[in-house]
């Protein structure tokens, strides 16, 4: 699949656990701490994108999908706050 946009490395704060449900928090959520995770924006396949983000450490990783690269920008934004200048392409 091809790539469209990465960041290889960004600080999160998140909250919970690898197999029973995490998310990015904000800053005093009750057993948050920060983990380094890469992003990448990808082709489906098809006409649609991926995003993916894995913590470095491998224990955590999602993905959802996007009908454009410009909603996965947002989705990136909205759900932890970067910013489209910090993605690479």
């Not at 790539?3 to 704060?13: G, H, K, N, Q, V």
């Not at 894995?54 to 920008?73: N, P």
Request: aromatic fraction near 14%; charged fraction near 15%.
């Amino acid at each position: 699949m091809q790539t469209f946009a990465s960041i290889p490395c960004r600080t999160l704060l998140i909250a919970g656990h690898p197999n029973s449900g995490w998310s990015g928090c904000d800053e005093g959520t009750p057993g948050s701490f920060e983990l380094d995770f890469a992003f990448r924006i990808t082709s489906d396949g098809g006409q649609g994108y991926l995003m993916h983000y894995s913590s470095l450490d491998g224990c955590y990783a999602a993905d959802s999908w996007h009908q454009s690269i410009e909603e996965a920008f947002a989705a990136a934004n909205e759900q932890f706050g970067i910013e489209q200048a910090e993605w690479a392409s």
